[in-house]
């Protein structure tokens, strides 16, 4: 079984950049696609960005494409998620999921595995 730990998360002002880290530890992690969600209080867990075994194609939600980045490294076990130019519309709790797949997948209810999530407040 994977866990996972997020981290990197906190209080950033409109424009700027945080950088989210989620490692991976247990039994393995080979062969899991990564994603990156995020929820907002009194709404739905959304999809932000998620990233194949292989690291093939990322992809991004509509509302982050252009300003997040994700990438992975294996060896480290690690997830990353570059955020640029931030927007209040980016607060939320950030969460780190892992599927037991090697194919990315933008449902949340793909993902078998989550962390416990890291705060993200972007304020003007």
């Known amino acids: 079984q994977v866990q996972l730990v997020e981290s990197g998360g906190g209080p950033v002002q409109v424009g700027g950049s945080l950088k989210l880290s989620c490692v991976a530890s247990?039994?393995?992690?080979?062969?899991?696609?990564m994603g990156w969600f995020r929820q907002a209080p009194g709404q739905e867990r959304e999809f932000v960005a998620a990233?194949?075994?292989?690291?093939?194609?990322?992809y991004y939600a509509e509302s982050v494409r252009g300003r997040f980045t994700i990438s992975r490294d294996n060896a480290k076990r690690t997830v990353d998620l570059q955020m640029n130019s931030l927007k209040p519309e980016d607060t939320a709790v950030y969460y780190c999921?892992?599927?037991?797949?090697?194919?990315?997948?933008?449902?949340?209810?793909?993902?078998?595995?989550w962390g416990q999530g890291t705060q993200v407040t972007v304020s003007s």
């Open positions: 999921g892992a599927r037991s797949s090697p194919a990315i997948m933008a449902m949340w209810e793909g993902y078998d595995i």
């Open positions: 247990g039994r393995t992690f080979s062969g899991y696609a």
């Open positions: 990233i194949s075994w292989n690291s093939g194609r990322p």
